[in-house]
């Protein structure tokens, strides 16, 4: 392939250096094209064939199906690995020796505590607050409590910003759905891993013993690994670009908590149940609900099909779906919005509507049932979500703040009134 592209402008010609990624991605860079041209700028809505960076942490090929951290296959790390471990390959880029596993997964034990006065700002919302608004709000309140920026130029700066986040952040998922149950706030048990952690946080109540199901720990195990990164999405971008202003780190999670609450990003799982389960009190009639994807004067559309980079299928739903097919039936768990989940899949991908759209299930079509199943209520899902993605979150901010990389800035395409003199009121 040639080094440069050439883009022709007015019969002028401009020289575009062609990039090309360790997998042989290709990409134009049109970082001088501005200045080139004299103010010509590229339009693309929704940054579909926009790279707003080089990253060496995450590989997908939506066309091939492919999800790689660090160059480790989705799969390979989901049946081997564990979410902790994984948090340290996609932060550092390598998987951790056995004494750096053990420094690591002690220091974010070490930081499970949050400030007694925390519980003050959680009092404060009503019971019925959503635990996203809770936790994006919360996450930027511990900067309150460490106002002392990362030095971003010190590793053990960086370091102990790191495993503080790591360790309080399932701290507030906890607590925030205590708030909601109105049940007492656990703290972590040092002698517990990372997920056991979380579930006794989320379940033990004071007058019951709880043991932790280790069925149900390892599909949570395996929910989070897949969670953990998916490349430049829109709350891994909101939190680069917020994080490019040198705003503090916990600053930017918070802004990558609220992006990711949309329903058309983390929110779809919990989209999804809410879609099953109407379907299921509308007498289960899955072909009503297709016709009504289908039909582009109705705004339903099926909540856990399609996905902006995955045209073939999702790795992540894969995994996840036989992950499903184990968890219930070895937590023994019968629910209708199972079949109906199962036959809307099956007519979906018949459908040519679906297939020539490329339409497929992604992670969310499945995460939900599992969640379900584990005994986590539907407005929990996407809280479960920020947890699984926020590694992915440090480690692009990491990357983003390493590379020392310029502000996020994006240009626009002005399509609005040109100069006009101002009407005094009466005038109007
Ligand atoms: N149901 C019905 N039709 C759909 C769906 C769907 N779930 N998704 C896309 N389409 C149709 C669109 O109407 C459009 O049809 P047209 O070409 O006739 O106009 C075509 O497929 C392309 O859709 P776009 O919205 O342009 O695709 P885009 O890549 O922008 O959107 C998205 C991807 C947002 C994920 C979309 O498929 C969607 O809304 N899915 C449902 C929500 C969902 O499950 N989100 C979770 C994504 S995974 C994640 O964030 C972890």
Excluded at 117 to 134: D, L, Q, T, V, Y
Excluded at 195 to 213: A, D, E, G
Excluded at 394 to 407: C, F, H, S, Y
């Amino acid at each position: 392939m040639s080094k440069n592209a050439i883009l022709q402008i007015d019969g002028k010609s401009y020289e575009l250096p062609i990039l090309k990624g360790t997998e042989n991605e290709v990409a134009l860079d049109i970082s001088s094209l501005r200045s080139a041209t004299n103010g010509v700028i590229t339009y693309d809505p929704g940054f579909k064939n926009t790279g707003s960076c080089k990253s060496a942490i995450t590989f997908l090929d939506g066309e091939k199906g492919i999800l790689r951290y660090r160059g480790y296959s989705i799969e390979d790390l989901a049946e081997n690995s564990n979410f902790l471990e994984v948090a340290y390959l996609i932060i550092f880029g390598e998987l951790p020796t056995k004494d750096q596993f053990e420094k690591f997964e002690n220091d974010v034990k070490g930081q499970a505590i949050l400030n007694e006065e925390m519980k003050n700002i959680i009092n404060g919302f009503p019971r019925s607050a959503h635990p996203m608004g809770m936790l994006s709000s919360l996450t930027s309140a511990l900067t309150a409590f460490n106002p002392s920026p990362v030095n971003v130029k010190s590793e053990a700066d960086m370091y102990n910003a790191i495993v503080k986040i790591l360790g309080k952040f399932q701290v507030l998922v906890a607590w925030v759905y205590a708030k909601n149950q109105g049940t007492p706030r656990n703290y972590a048990d040092y002698n517990l891993d990372y997920v056991s952690n979380i579930m006794q946080m989320l379940f033990r109540i004071p007058i019951k013993k709880y043991t932790v199901n280790p069925i149900a720990a390892k599909a949570l195990d395996k929910l989070l690994i897949l969670h953990e990164d998916h490349e430049q999405n829109c709350s891994t971008s909101t939190v680069r670009i917020v994080g490019s202003s040198e705003a503090g780190l916990f600053a930017s999670l918070s802004a990558g908590v609220s992006a990711l609450w949309g329903r058309l990003h983390g929110g779809a799982n919990q989209a999804v149940i809410e879609m099953l389960e109407q379907i299921n009190k509308d007498g289960g009639d899955v072909e009503k609900y297709i016709l009504k994807a289908k039909d582009p004067n109705d705004p339903f559309r099926l909540m856990g099909f399609g996905h902006r980079v995955y045209k073939n299928f999702d790795p992540r739903a894969k995994i996840i779906k036989a992950a499903a097919d184990d968890v219930l039936a070895e937590l023994h768990v019968k629910d209708p919005i199972l079949k109906i989940a199962r036959h809307l899949e099956e007519v979906a991908l018949k459908d040519d509507y679906f297939v020539s759209r490329k339409l497929y299930p992604n992670v969310d079509f499945y995460s939900g049932i599992i969640y379900k199943a584990l005994g986590i209520p539907s407005e929990m899902f996407t809280v479960m979500f920020a947890l699984g993605r926020l590694p992915g979150w440090i480690a692009q901010w990491r990357e983003m703040r390493l590379n020392v990389e310029p502000i996020g800035r994006p240009r626009q395409l002005y399509v609005g009134q040109t100069l006009r003199p101002y009407k005094t009121l009466n005038k109007r």
